[in-house]
Structure formats: C-alpha cells, structure tokens
C-alpha cells in the first residue's frame, strides 16, 4: 500500500464516502501482512522507501510462494528474490509469468513499475572472475533500485595494471562496491585511490586457510585506507541496498 | 601544500616570477615527505580532500614528534591524532600549544583552519556509557571535519523505551553511527527503524564471550536489517570518517 | 514403569499374591534396560517426572527401531522421537501405526496418554520464517508435555513494529522461547520487554560470517538484557523442555 | 517511583490535591532519568519487578558516582552495583555509608528495603573453591531478590562422591545454578540428577586450552542431560537473576 | 620379516647355506618397500612390535589395493586396515579371501596370525549409542592385539545410575577408553572414579556448539580428574592401539 | 587416613576397644574433610593410590593455608602443590618448615613420606630450554612418586641429531613424557622411535601463530605417529602423573 | 606477446615497415586482453617472466573456455590450468587436442613451447601418500618451468628412517617442497637437516582436529627450524612456482 | 668448531702430531655443547653455514649467559641474540663488551668475524612506521649473515604512489622481504609488481579484528599473486635468514 493511497482513503473516509468498517479492514494490515509463517512487512516501503526483499535460503519454496502470492496481491511493484534456486524460480515464474531469472546470481525479480533514476554511479568492481557471482547480486540490485551501474571485474591487486587502468572509471562513480576473495586486498587499494565511500563485500571464493571468507572479511575491515565499511561474506545484495541508499542522498530532493 | 598554492606556484613559474628550480623545491615532496621511519602523505588531502590523520597507537613518541612536526612545516590547517595516550599528547603539546587533547576518547586536534560546515546530521548512538570512549572518537572526527552531530548515548536495546523516546533524533540525521558491544543488537533495530546509512562501531565492551568485540562485530555483520555497514572494532575514526564522507554527499556542490 | 505401577506390585508382594521371583523380574530393569548398544532410561520418568525421549541423529535405523520396541513393550505412554528422517519415521510407524510425524521439525510422536495440562502459556518466537523448522521442535515438546503454546513467528528487530505489535501475547506468556539465527536480536529484545524467564535458541539460519550459528549464539550469550538464558544452537527440543519445567512451577501442585 | 507512589500520585491529580503541572513534573522521568552519559531505567521497576543494576566494568568511577546519586535521589530501596573495584566500592560508600562491599565478588549493595521472601531455595554450587568468586556473585543476587540460597562449593566431578553427599540438598532447591571452569561437568552431571531447572555458568576458571571459559562454555551447552541452560562466562549476576525469576513463580500469587 | 627370520637368515649365511647377494636381496627391504607412492615400514613390526595399519581415509584404492598386495607378499601376520569404505573393501576381499569387514567401524582385519594374549582388561565405554561407531574401532584394535575388550555403552553421565551399575567392571579394567561426543563429561567422571589410565577419545557427534568434536575435545583435555589423556577426535583406533601399549606392560615378560 | 588404620579401627571396635560413637568420630571425614570453601578428599589416597594434590592457581592464600593445614592435621605422607606463586610458598613453609619450593615449576613438596620405588625409568624430553619450566613440574612429579626419571632437555626437532644421540635413554624408558612448544613435533618424532607409550604436553612457549600453545596442542593431536596421548597445555603435573600410574603397571604386584 | 616481438614491432614502425595505426592494434592488448569477465594478463610475461595461469575452481566452464580461446589465439606458449575438474578437462581438450590431463592432482597443461631448462633440482617431498596429489601440483609446476624434480614420498617423521634413507637426495637439492598434512611436522625435520630453503605446503589430508589443514599450517608456521616459509593449505602450484623462481636465481645469467 | 680446524686437527693425527686421545676431547662436542638445560648445536655451522642463534624470549637470564659463555669459549665469530630485552642484554654486554645492543628490534650482535658479502639486494618494505621494530629484526639479520639491505619503509598501500615511487629500488632487489600488518595487503601489491621471491611477514600491529596479527597472516597465505610464502607472525629474524639462504644461490660458487 502506498502513501497516496492510504491518503486518498483517509480523505474518503473523512468525505464519507467510506465506512470506517471498510477503511479498516484495508488498513489493517497495512502494516503488515500475517501468514502465519510470514509476516511480510508492507509498511517498510514507506517506511523505508524501497519495497520488501524475499531471502529465500532457509525458506520451503510453498513459503517462497505463498509471500510472493501476497506481494502480488497487494500489487508491490518491484520485487526481488535472492539466493534462488532454478526449483524456486520456476515457483515465482508460475505465479508470474514475467519474472526474470538471473542463474549465476540466483535472483529473480518482477518489474511491474520503475524507480527514479539517479544521477550518480556506483562502480561494482571485483578481483577476480570468480567473484562475478556476487557482484552480480550488487549490480541488479543497484540497478533494480534506479543506479546506473559500471562493471570493473578481474582487477586484483596481483595485476595491478589492470587496476590502475580503470581508475577513471572507479574515480568518477559516487558510490564504490569492492568485491573479493582470497586476501580481499581489492578494498584497499581501491580506498587509497578515491575518495568515494567504499562498500566492501568479502567472498567465499578461495582455498585452504581463506576459511569460507574470513580471510577477506578480516583484511578488509583491517584495511588501513579510510572510508571503508564492509558487509558479510558474499553479500551482494546488502551492499547493493547500501549502496543505492548513499548515491540517493547524492541530489537535491 | 593546497591546491591553490600549487596553482599559484605554477603561474609564478608561467610568469617567470619564479625559477624552475625554486618551483621544484617546492613541489618535490607535493607527493609526500620522507622521513625514513615514515612518508606523510600530503598529496592525500588534494586527493581525498582530507588531511593526513595520525594513528599513534604502536609509534615511538620520537616518531610521532616527528611527524607533527614536518606537518606543522607544511602548514596542514587541520591535523587529527588519534589513540593518543598522555605521554604522546604532552610530546604534541610541546610542539603546538594550541593542541586540544581529549582524554577519554585519546583524541588530540590541532585546528587551525575549518572544515566547510555540512547542513546534513550525524547522529552517534551507543548501547551503554561504556561505549562512550569509542563514540566520542567518532562524533569529534565527525564534527572536526564539518558535520553537525547529535549524541543519542546509553540506549542499548535491552530498554527499548530509551531507543524508541529518541527515535525522532535518530529520523532526523542523515546518517546514524551505532557503536556498541556485548551483543551489538543496537545496530539491528536501528537500521529497522531509519531509512538511513547506518555504520556499525562493534566494541570490545563487555565480558566471557564477547572475546574483546567479535560478538558485537558477528551480530553487526549479520544484521537482518538492511543498509547496515560494519567497521573494524572500536574503529570510531573510521566510522566518522566514512560518515563525513557520505554526509557530505548530500548537497549539491 | 510407573510409580502406581511400582508400589502396587510392592502391596501384591506384602499380600502374597506375587512371589519375590516374579517381583524381581518385573523390577530388575526398573533403572534402565540393557540393549547392548542403548541402555533405556525406564528410571528417569520417576526421577524426571518425563519418559525417555530418542535423539534419533546418528543412531543407526536398527538401533532406534529396538529402542521403540523396548520401550512400547514398557507401556511407555508417551514417546517422543527427535531428528527424525523420513527413513526413520518409516520405521517407527512399522512399530506403531499411529505415531505422528511432523516433517519440517522431524519429530515422531507416539501418544498413548496424557501429561497433566499447565495453566500457564509458553510463547515461542522467531526472528524469521526459515528458524520455525527449530521453533517448531520446541513448540511441538511444550504442547506433548502439557503446556498451551503461543507462536509468534517472523518478528525480528528489522521489522520492530511486527513485534511490538504481538507485545501483549508474549507479555501473557509465563516462558517465553525466543528462536533466532543471524545477529539473533530477539532474545535481547524481548528480555528487554518481559519480566518472564527468556530461553533463547540461536539457529544455524544465516549464511556468510554467521558460521553455522555463532553468530546468534554468542549474541544472546553477550545480552544487555537479564533473564536470558541460553541452549545449544538449533536445540529446539532443549528449549521446549526446560520451558516445560518452568512452566510447571507456576501452579500450586 | 514504585508503583503505589504513581497510583497515589495520580489520585491526588483526580482530586484536585496536585496541580497537572506538579505531577508531570515527578511523572516527566518515570521511564528513565537522562544523565547524558547513561539513562536510568527507573521504569524497569514498574515493568520487570525489580530495580536497575550498576554494571561497574568499563564504566569512569564519576559515570558510577553520577548514576548511584541519582539513584539515591529517586530513592530507590534496592541498589546492586556489580564488578566494583575498591575504588569503585571507595566512590559509592562516600555516596551511601551502609553500603557493604563483598571484594571477592566484587559486589556493591545498598539495602534500604528488602524484596519479599521466597519460599523456595535456590542451590549454587561450584566444581572448584575458584570458582567461589562468580558463584558468589550468583548467591548475593538470590540473596538480595529474597530467595533462600544453599551453597554447595567444591563438588566437582572429579571426585563424584562429595557431589552425591549433597544430593539431598540440591534435590530440595527449586532451582539450581551450576558454576564451574576447566571442563565444566558439573552442570551435566546435576542435571542428571535433578528434576529442577539448571543454570549453568562457565568460569574462566583453567589453564592452557580451556580459552578463557570457552571449554566450560561449550561443555554446558552441549549437554546431554535435559533442563540446562546457559549463560554468559562468569556471568554469575545474570544466572543470580534469571534464578530469582524462576523462583518467584512457585507460589502462588 | 620377523626377528625370528632375520636371525635364522643370518644364521644361513654364517652357515654358508645363503650366499650373501641372496641375503642381501632379502634384506634389502627389511626397513621398508618402496612403492613409490607409499614406503611400507616392515621394520616397525621390530621396532615397535605391531605390523603396519593401513590408514584408507584418501587414499586411492589403487594404493591401497598396491600395499596389501605388498604386506601380503611379505607374508605380514596380521594387516588392519581403517577407515574403510565398502568399495576399498571389496578391493582388498578381491586379495585376501579371509579379509573380516566390520561395517560400523569401517575397519577390516586379515588375521593369519594369532598376537599374544594379554591378561588384562580393556574397558571401552560410551557416553551414547552413535559413540559405538568410533568405540568399535578401539575395541576391535584391542582385540586384535590380544587385549581382553569390555564393552561398556550408553552410559553418559546424563544418567549416572547407568554407570555407576557397570563401576565394577571399570574398576577391574586395566586400561579404560572412554569415547564420548557432545560435553565428554563421561571421561572426567570415570577418571575421578578409578586409578587406571584413561584413554579419553572424544568423537564428532552432536550438533550446533559441538563444533565437529571440538567440544568433546576440550572438555577432557581441561578434565578436572587427574590420569587422563587424550587422542584426536574419532581416533578410535590410536586409542585402542595405546591401550594395548600399556595393557602389554602390566605382566612380566 | 590409610587402608591400615582403617582396618585397625574396625577390629578395635570388633574387640570392643573402642565404641561405635569414637568410631563413627575418626571415619565421618573419612570420605573428605568440609572446609566450607573446600571439601579435602582424603578418600582419594584410598581409591586411586595417591594423596590429594593442591592446584593453587585461582585460590586464595588464605584458602590454600587453610587446605595445607588440614592436610597437615590428617597426617598426609605427601602434599604437592602446583602452580605456587612465591607468596604462596611462604604461606606454606609459614605451615610447615620442611616444605621444599622449586622456583621454576612453581612447586611446593611437603614429604614426610615415601612413596614405593618404582623400577622402570620416566624419560621426560623437551624441545627447547624455555619448556623446562613445564618439564619439571612433570619431573617432580614423577619423582615424588617414586618413579626414577631421566631429564632429556632441549633435543627439539630443528637439531635431529642431539635427539638421535640421546635415543638409548630415550628407548629404555618405560614411559616417556615429550614436552614441546611451537610446532611441537618432538612427541611425532619420538613415537615413531619407540614402542612405548608417549604422553604428549604442549607448552605455550612460542609467539605469533603459536596462539599460546595451540599450535603444538593440534600438532601432538594430529600425529602420524601411534602410541601418542596428549594432556592440557602446560599441564606437566598431569603428564607426571598419567607416567606414575602407567609404570607402576610395569611391576608384579 | 614476447618481449623480441615487441622490440621487433618497434623497429618495425621506426623503419617504416608497419604504420603506427598497425602497431597500435596489436600493442593495445599487450597489457591484458578484456574478456568483461576476465583481464588475462599477457604482460604478466614479460613482467614476471612467466605465462598466466588459470585457476578454474569456482569459475563457469564457458569462463575457461573463453580464457583459454584467448590464450591459444595469442600463442601463449606454455598454458597451466589448475584444480579442473575432468568436465573442464573435456572443454580445454576440445579446444587443444594436445593438452594433457593430470587427474590426480586436476592439473592440465598445453605445451607448446619449453621453458629453459635448469641446472638446480627441486626436491618434492611428502609426509603420507594421500598428499601426492598436493604434491603433484607442485612438482608438475616444477616441471613444466623447467626445473629438473626428485620425488621424495611418503617420508612421514613417524618412521625417520625412511626419511633419513633418502637425505642425500634431499641434500643435493637447491629448493626443497615440504608437503604434509596431519601435524605436518615433516618441514621442521627437514628444515633442520637441510642448508635450502624449504617451502612448506600444509594439505588438508587428516580428520579430526586438523581442521582442514590448520593443524599442519600453525605447525609449520611456528616450525623451531630456520629457512622456512609456508604457502597456503593444499597451494601446490604455489609452492611450484616459489621453488621455479629460487631455482632460477642458481646459475649465472 | 670451523671446518678448517677440524681437517687440521685430523691432519695431525695422521701424522701423529695428535694423539688420538687429544683429538677426541676436541672433537667430543663437535656435535654440540651439553649444558644441561642447553645443548648448543655448533655442527650446525658445518651443516648448515650460520651460526647458532639464541632466541631470548622465554629463557632465564642465567641460561643465557651460560650459552653465550659457551659460546665465546668455543670461538663462534658471529653470535645473533634475538628478542633481547634491556636486563638480557646486560647480561651479555657483561661477557662481551663489544656486544652492539639495538633496542627497537630487541637484537644483541657480538662480531668478531665477517660473513662473505653477497652481492645480490635485500629489500625490506613495511606498511606502516610501527612495523619497523619487525622489520629491523630482518634487516639487521639479513646485514649479519653478508647481504646488502635497502630499507622501503611505510609504504602501505592506503597510499599507492609512494610504493610506486619506490619501485625501481624494490625491483632491483633479489629478494623482497614484505613486512606489514593490518590487512597485510603488501606482500600481494608487490608480488604482482615483482618477479623475485617475496617473503613475507606479518605483524601483530592493528587493532581490533586484527586478533594480534592473525589478519595480515590470512591475507598473506591467501594472496592471488604468486611467488609469495608467509613466516610466523612477528618473526623479522625467520624472513631474514630464509632472505640470506636465497639470496645466497644468485652467485656461481
């Protein structure tokens, strides 16, 4: 439910051209929706202005269904499901027939409406190829949310050419998204060079003592460059929300 | 050295005011200065727009005198030294009388120039008095460098009615800092609550199993709220940091 | 064996209407009895005042079917199966054809008589819908030993409302359990809003640096709030029971 | 402000005895008092039935002198002060002269009321004569909520027959609070034994690889015995509290 | 080669019935034979007294298949190999007919050969039924080495009737091996009950906190009991292979 | 109270030498002595062959003078004391002038007693001169036990050949202790060099990835070597001891 | 492209034989090629003097098939490919007839150039069988650099003699490989008979509490010998290429 | 004892200037020196081609001396003290008046011989001025045992232009000793910008997650560039000996 109708009905009902029996029964659960085993939160879009995400590891996909049955029926605009599975998929698809599928990211999102675009971008950048499955859930997300998106993948700090010969590209962005495995280096080198914040996001991607990404988790709020904050092991998706929450502050209202 | 004054050098060099090797005496430690035990990094406020911060924790008094002192050389307008003890204060003090020291939080400030004022807040929250010493690192860094903060100290989770009376503050900022320990469940609520960015100070606060901040910092970067950003425990500078950094971002320029 | 059970045999002895052979036939296995590879515990239900319950996990299909049969063959009234594959339920209902399996908790019960019912309410709660497959091993432990279960389900701190908004069921209950994976802030919360014994129950639920559970569980270790208490990660079972065992000292006996 | 305070408040408005102005006034800090450096839960009283808790570690002697005043001010009958230092203990007993200070506990209590007595007993028992420093802090709690303690100290596993000796005392208790380090048996061991509620506390207690607590710790929590639940290393303050709070709910009301 | 053959060669030589090229090709992997990827130490059976064991946990079956071929054309009395799959087995079934295949433990015996009988007892016990997997593999070595085994299971201290009813037959062990997975508590409390060498093994089993053994691991390494030592999780075999050390020691030679 | 003045009590009371009440006096501490803190076991002599052992780290003096005094009362043969600070050793010989203090370790001996020789020979091996420290608590321990004990100091791996040169000492041990910081190889490599059990005791000497002994704890667990058992870090008293027990097996009784 | 096709190009463009559009054509890539999905770093070899590697585990089948594409059409002369699995085996294979497949150790190698053969041999030794195929990685790296290997396996420390058997071998080396899992104490053994450098390789070859290969990492890190530095977990190829370049620097150039 | 000395006195001997007596006294500890706590490994010389080394920490100043004592009577040229506090290196300025103390790394030299000059560069870069104390140890090391050291100091890469500016003196290196560390990501800048060995160390300097170095260690096991292995953390002494064997090989013998 969004702002202008929850208005719209209050000046109806004060008009009286509703009841207040039946404004309350559409506002009860405008904060919320129960299923039981859900309860999705309608009132976080204006409250935080972006519409609800469905995380789906964990979730029975007659969950997943069920929740994103009721999203459609409160006709939320945009919704974003992460960490699905092509099983998963194939439940939202059936629901809705437009639902786009990203397999490498494992996200699935339905676009009935757009979000305002804006000025600034937001660089997405990785170390190396490996780690293109999480950034992936950064860039769509940041897309989702209006930010026009640069792609800088595989510039590791071992090839440092690579890097440096992007540079232009990460100085311009407003906001950064950092994406690496193994030493997680690919932070600050990148947080030395700009003076953008810098959303670090560590992967599991890595062998041996990188402990399901520790080791780049640990480097990475180490990291002695300032400006860097960082999000948990190969959360593309969180440091996509961040992201789209700094480059909006970025224009005049 | 400032960006004006090398433009300004280089139009006295154009106009044959000064000699081009007077010109590169000048310019030749722009990058930074030697000091064999350290390179300061003047370069760093040209490109980050900030000046070079002192971290003391670890140096020898002689090294940090050293280092004040070739910035005092230089002219740096605003210089920040942090995780000063009273020892290391007293050493600074020596050398600028005008030096503020500030004991709990081991902050010294040598302020002889201001930072552009920011419209936007910050506001810096703690879960309890003890995380204090952290916050105080982080809203001085903030306020040094331009940002309006408010104080929102002693409202840990365990009585939401303090967190809840103070939420019209929080609302207000344009971004929140949320420093706390034992189990770090501050930064959760807050980022439910605002549709702002939150960076998350974990502290070493607390006792048994909160092995000196790792249960503050696991439950920040595991938040199930969105928007939340971790930094390294006790990090207060480098929450104020990135906290001026993306305040800043908020206006047109 | 139950304590009726003992002492009548004990008054047929006295009577002479059981000799002192058949007596100690009866009561030799009175403390347990010995299956070689399992030594059931028939002495805890007197002692404990609750039959034997079987952590099926680990235990090889046969084992667990000898330990049903041993304890069918006892009168056992109530069974109560955990970790309980499909494989396995199979095999307990060969035993018994109506025991009752719940597949997403993977419980087996077999009820053949009553506990006493409690007067007072036990409220579980979850952060998340994918923590109800633990929630619900604790519900279903409280409900077989008499107690009335309140679920509120999916009312983590993101979404504080969505639990402020089910403050007065969980302010009735008189053991509140409160089930969370990931930064597992609901204990902390709830302590925070309850005057009643709190047993929280971090989950496995979670993904990146939440490593299996640790995350939560040195959260609700480290709480700011009192009256928390806390069991293994994912120990639904262990919640409901020492929920039970509280709950049971709240009426006059 | 105790709950027949507000309640006599409140008639004296309905009366027409006490101005609005003049109750707001004394009803303005009834949630909490704002010290700017901590707020004083006074409300917990009303809500959790029992009043705040100086949690002294980390905290400046002045925060602890400026808290324990306003406590004295609003006449609170009860006040614990926990971890006190002698200093510490020297900065309150200058505030309040009938403070008594326990230095092996290193508790802090000034009794200006008492609770109400408890008919059942709480057990605190530990594995080692070490761990008689948290245990203690355990038993004052109970002690000073209004619950009878018996101490049973130094019945570690290691030698089982000092622990059977005192069977019969803990088997009266109505709850039971296992303290103990190195190896941390103990709690399963009564828990085996007992059909009462178990609190189990590791301690620091040990050397070489028990971490800290940290093998205690995991040892309660993986318990095989049923009715044990865990709190924080050393944590004998919340295993105190949560103890009395079970055991105000044998008698009936 | 056995001692007895060594000298009788020796003797050969001496003789002249051997000449020394065919001795010296006999002997010449007295010490060890190179396979290439595995070096078969046949000197151990006379340094240490115990043939080899064939550890197949990551080994290619190929290899294993190649050092059974190898130990069995070295006509090696008794061959054990662990941590078999049944795949492995059927490879070494194919070479050895009269190979015994335990499934439970994964260990598989060819016994051409008889050890000598000790005179004293093992006692190998378990805290539960899923230890048996890891107890096994003690017992069945013990048995191999010509150790008397008593099988002591299920009697975790959870129940402690359980294991007091067998302390008679711990008692009269000469060695005890305690398997235990969860809190491992079942060492401790033996230890503290008899004079006897306490093998501690702790095993995986469990869950949450459990760590894979790590639990079990520390809780008997910090055994508040004295004459307690410890191998690696789940090493059954390492366990029973010490026993049979010590056992050895106990009757003159 | 030893096995004989038992028995001599018995027939006293037998022969009415002495009534039931003197009895009944002299035995009821017979089981421990209840200092309040403590509960002294002096049935342990009885049951394990061995007097009770004071570990003084975590207890306070007043506490350990309390111990050694009722030791002294009852007429102990043989009191150790480990991990004895200076000023507890002086509490102790306060006691009893004849009470010896072996600085290094950290011992205190009071011996009025001798235990039984023992003819078998305990090699006590270290890797380097700083775990001589722990070494000789073993050492001590060892000897005031009866066993003779060859000192084997610092034969680490790096210098195989001190080790080689000293492997007869070494191989006509019956039991062997092999204490080791840093990589702690020393007890892989002396298993594989003998056929008789090696008690294993990591020290934290060491520094950087050492993680105060972790690394040789994990070392010694993990050892390719059989026969290889391991106690608690630093923990030579139960290394000696775990010795003593195993080589007074060796003997005809 | 070579460092003689590049100065070949210059003269090229200086005599007049290729324009500057031509030459910058094939200059523009000589940095790296741009595959958006991957940067493959064609100056890495004149930089490093060695051709890109590719690790496969983790990237998509068609993301090797792309790099490698790449590769052949810039006539790389030496491919490596690492950690592929058969099913990217078959995809190199269908690209390069001749690449050759190393099952064991997932190595596959197109081989259409030779490096310069050394003089200095690389010793590659193992503790047990299951670390060759670590091993392997590391001695086909060797291998195909150009460095003559000696393959020292299954030499554990449990039976030094079959180390000892082979030290001249080892001696004679320039560079030796330490590969071993378990307590990995091998390197330290080796170390310290050795005057080379020893790169150790820790592997993840043991169960229990080796932790995936920490058990053999710390100890090789914390190792009491001199001359030696360690790779990561399982890091073959890492320790490969170390040993290629040590070697390398053996012989006047 | 020098190899010339030895060839010498068996020449006498030959020619009966020695008798064989006398030259056995000599030779007796060619091996090493039995002190008792102490065996001083002076083959290691011959084996090796260093001297012994004394490692401080940990041993008693006594034993120090003793060794040093030892020592000088044998006529060691080079002796390196390492982790050398202020009273330790009274104690050996005490036995050698020309021993050079150096505070900052803690590292006591007595020279009374010179190593051959080596001519390849050992260069030692450092993130940071507080790595220095690290660094120096390596340094100095690496100076003693003949090599030319060029210090790079505080070239972190927060600040990339100055470890650009510095590249040429790190190419021309034969040998890179990366000393840092925070996040550690050094080693992997430079390794990609290198084609010499880089050793590399980590240091416990940071704070916070850093967990006393174990970040830098991580990141530097799990670097995406290649030719880098890792010594324990701290261990300036272990980087500069490895430096000296490697850089050692870059000259025809």
Known sequence: MKEQEILSLLEQVKAGNASVAEAFAQLKDLSYAELGYAKIDYHRQLRNGYPEVIYCQGKA?????GIVKSMLEHNIGIILATRVSPEVAAVIQSLAADAEYYPIPGICIIRRQEMKKQ????????GGT????VAEEAALTCELYGNPVERVYDVGVAGLHRLLDK????????VIIAVAGMEGALASVIGGLSDKPVIAVPTSIGYG????????LLSMLNSCASGISVV???????????????????VPE
Do not use: W
Request: hydrophobic letters at 45%; proline letters at 2%; charged letters at 15%.
């Open 167 to 174: 540079l232009d590209i990460i100085r311009r962005a407003n």
């Open 209 to 216: 003592a990188n402990f399901g990404g520790v080791s780049a």
């Open 130 to 133: 490996a780690d293109i499955k």
């Open 61 to 65: 996909p007659e969950h997943v269904r």
């Open 119 to 126: 000025a600034g971008v937001v660089a997405v950048c990785t």
């Open 232 to 250: 948990n092991i190969d959360n593309g998706f969180g440091a996509g929300y961040l992201a789209s929450m700094i480059n909006k502050m970025n």
